[in-house]
């Protein structure tokens, strides 16, 4: 069993006070004055990744044509970043800011992301998810970088066969975003089997916090909870294994560094999986509404949903001795203080009253 699941075990017993867990401090100085690009950095985990990579010295380029990305999420960065607006599908716009920048490491983190959206325009998913990350891999080739990192999905293993997901779980993608994560991750692999392109995949499990762009669950019970003492939501008994999003992007660069043989995937997760209502109940409690009722909304209901992700992350933490630091209700904490400093408004809510893609 792995440190997650013996840890996981003791959780059990309790409630969510997970405490955040002793790690040796991971060594980021292999990034100091180096150029680091992130793709999809004006996003959420890109956005969380650009201010931990900015701590350790880096040169940091954003490249994002902002399609779900917020230029609020780089805001307070001015002066300390350069940020290039263009799409990856324009190889000559993408060929040219990496150039320009003397790229050495490019972090991945571009995609089509949120699930429904795919019901309607699947095509696009393919191509961004796909085609963009075929032209970012041919980049690096290209210009000779050390190393790029593919943010891949949990999604890729489709329904949970055992307790915990490792690396070799059967992969299964049950959604058209997973087919279109799987197909980039595994394209990663070819690429490097046919061109030797220095390419390491990164399997994220859901990660949360601050800055977050799409409607996911605990944003949206942040956002209802902040109006009102009901929250409305689809499956509340799926379970989903978070992590908080800073421990995320820690991970992210602590297995660009590490001896990964390029090809590989590696997962990123916390290990701790939490029921919808349970995540539901206690941002209640943090949010100073204990009584608030859970309603389930069949309009939220997915079309098809996985119902428990929880992450073997054991060969991410011998790799590089990656552990998560953010506790679940700390990290809850901090994401609803964020929110009620940024204006109380996450920022799809500019485009979307509630969240009718729910279906
Ligand atoms: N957030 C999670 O919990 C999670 C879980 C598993 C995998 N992932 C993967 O991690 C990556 C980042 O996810 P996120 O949650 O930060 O999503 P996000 O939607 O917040 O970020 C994606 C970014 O890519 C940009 N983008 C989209 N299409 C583009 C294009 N054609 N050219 C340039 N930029 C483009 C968007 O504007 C956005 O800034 C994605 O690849 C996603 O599939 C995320």
Redesign the pocket.
């Known amino acids: 069993m792995n440190r997650g699941a013996s840890s996981q075990a003791k959780r059990r017993k309790g409630e969510l006070r997970l405490p955040a867990e002793e790690g040796s401090p991971l060594n980021f100085a292999g990034y100091h004055g180096r150029n680091v690009m992130v ?8 956005s969380a990744l650009v201010r931990q990579l900015l701590d350790t010295g880096a040169n940091v380029t954003v ?7 917020s230029r609020a999420n780089l805001d307070d960065l001015k002066g300390k970043i350069a940020v290039i607006p ?4 324009d190889e000559w716009k993408l060929l040219d800011a990496a150039t320009g920048a003397n790229v050495e490491y490019l972090f991945h ?6 699930v429904p959206t795919a019901y309607d325009v699947p095509k696009r998913f393919f191509r ?2 796909v085609e ?1 990350t075929m032209n970012v891999l041919l980049l690096a080739k290209r210009t000779g970088m050390k190393r790029v990192l593919y ?5 890729v293993y489709g329904e949970a066969q055992a307790p915990q997901i490792d690396e070799g779980h059967p992969l299964h993608p049950l959604n058209t ?1 997973a087919v279109s ?1 799987l197909a980039a991750d595994r394209l990663c692999f070819s690429l490097f089997l046919e061109h030797k392109i220095p390419v390491v995949i990164a399997r ?5 916090g601050p800055r ?3 409607p ?1 669950v605990i944003p949206e019970i942040i956002a209802q909870l902040d109006r009102g003492d009901t929250v409305r939501l689809g499956n509340i008994h799926a379970q989903r294994d978070f992590t908080y999003v800073d421990d995320t992007a820690r991970g992210l660069m602590a297995l660009m560094l590490s001896d990964a043989p390029d090809g590989t995937p590696v997962n990123v997760g916390s290990g701790f999986p939490y029921s919808v209502e349970q995540v539901a109940k206690t941002v209640a409690r943090l949010m100073g509404r204990p009584n608030a009722k859970i309603v389930v909304d069949p309009k939220r209901l997915r079309r098809y949903d996985i119902n428990v992700f929880c992450c073997n992350n054991s060969l991410l933490r011998k790799l590089t001795g990656w552990v998560p630091q953010v506790g679940f209700e700390d990290g809850l904490q901090r994401t609803i203080e964020w929110f009620r400093e940024h204006g109380r408004r996450w920022s799809w809510e500019e485009f979307v009253d509630e969240t009718v893609m729910y279906r």
């Open positions: 793709t999809g950095g004006a996003g959420f985990v890109g490249y994002d044509n902002f399609l779900h990305g263009g799409d990856v599908l983190c571009v995609g089509d992301t949120y961004i998810n963009g943010v891949s999905s949990t999604e975003y994560k994220i499990f859901n990660a949360y977050e762009t799409e996911y």
